[in-house]
């Protein structure tokens, strides 16, 4: 069973920036992609970042909507991945999710709230 559990969420200013962790169980974690997804009220969840580990090198990608504002990074040795979001504009306010898949199984956390006002 894996478990994963964000947390920094909050309200912050356009322009502002934000720091969400995402903290996984398991000792599957340094070998399992992880993906940051995020729903705004009203809309469909919809993918952010990813982030895989081949040895020492990291592989990211981003949705066009916020890349070169955000960055995802992992910390194998805390189970953790994180989503550094810089210049945040209002239209990224959304609940934020990490999400991983383990043997065909995809596990979702419970999601983090982040609110950039104008």
């Known amino acids: 069973q894996v478990q994963l559990v964000e947390s920094g969420g909050g309200l912050v200013q356009a322009g502002g920036s934000l720091r969400l962790a995402c903290a996984a169980s398991?000792?599957?974690?340094?070998?399992?992609?992880m993906r940051w997804y995020r729903q705004a009220p009203g809309k469909q969840r919809e993918f952010v970042a990813f982030i895989i580990s081949t040895g020492s090198t990291n592989y990211a990608n981003y949705a066009d909507s916020v890349k070169g504002r955000f960055t995802i990074s992992r910390d194998n040795a805390k189970n953790t991945v994180y989503l550094q979001m810089n210049s945040l504009k209002p239209e990224d306010t959304a609940v934020y999710y990490c999400?991983?898949?383990?043997?065909?199984?995809?596990?979702w956390g419970q999601g983090t709230q982040v609110t950039v006002s104008s």
């Open positions: 999400y991983t898949e383990v043997d065909g199984t995809g596990y």
């Open positions: 398991g000792s599957i974690f340094s070998k399992s992609a």
